[in-house]
């Protein structure tokens, strides 16, 4: 019952930007904390970014700190990720991801999160 569908990706030129958004459903969303990763051909999921339920609180990847932003908007059950001054290396499909739990000991691991959406491709060119 719980959906999450992630939109915004694209192709994009080194340098440019790009906002993602997961709108998600089947869950009281203000509740939850939400989180976003992404996974590369060949590689590992990565994490990319976390926010607390309230919004108050944010944690990143170092890799993208100072370059993409997580916001969320409850009332719209809404998390989005601005994602500027792309890299090739940020190249990857971009999951969104919702707890089964209220409480995150480790917002950074993906087992922390028991829902995640079908992915978004972002492909940045050089």
């Known amino acids: 019952q719980v959906q999450l569908v992630e939109s915004g990706g694209g192709l994009v030129q080194a340098g440019g930007s790009l906002r993602l958004s997961c709108a998600a459903s089947?869950?009281?969303?203000?509740?939850?904390?939400m989180g976003w990763f992404r996974q590369a051909p060949g590689q590992e999921r990565e994490f990319v970014a976390h926010?607390?339920?309230?919004?108050?609180?944010?944690v990143y990847a170092n890799s993208v700190k100072g370059r993409f932003t997580i916001s969320r908007d409850n009332a719209k059950n809404r998390v989005y990720l601005q994602m500027i001054s792309l890299e090739p290396e940020d190249t990857a499909v971009y999951y969104c991801a919702a707890p089964t739990n209220k409480v995150i000991r480790s917002p950074i691991d993906p087992g922390s999160y028991g829902y995640w959406g079908q992915g978004t491709q972002v492909t940045v060119s050089s």
């Open positions: 089947g869950l009281t969303f203000s509740n939850y904390a």
């Open positions: 926010i607390s339920w309230s919004g108050g609180a944010t």
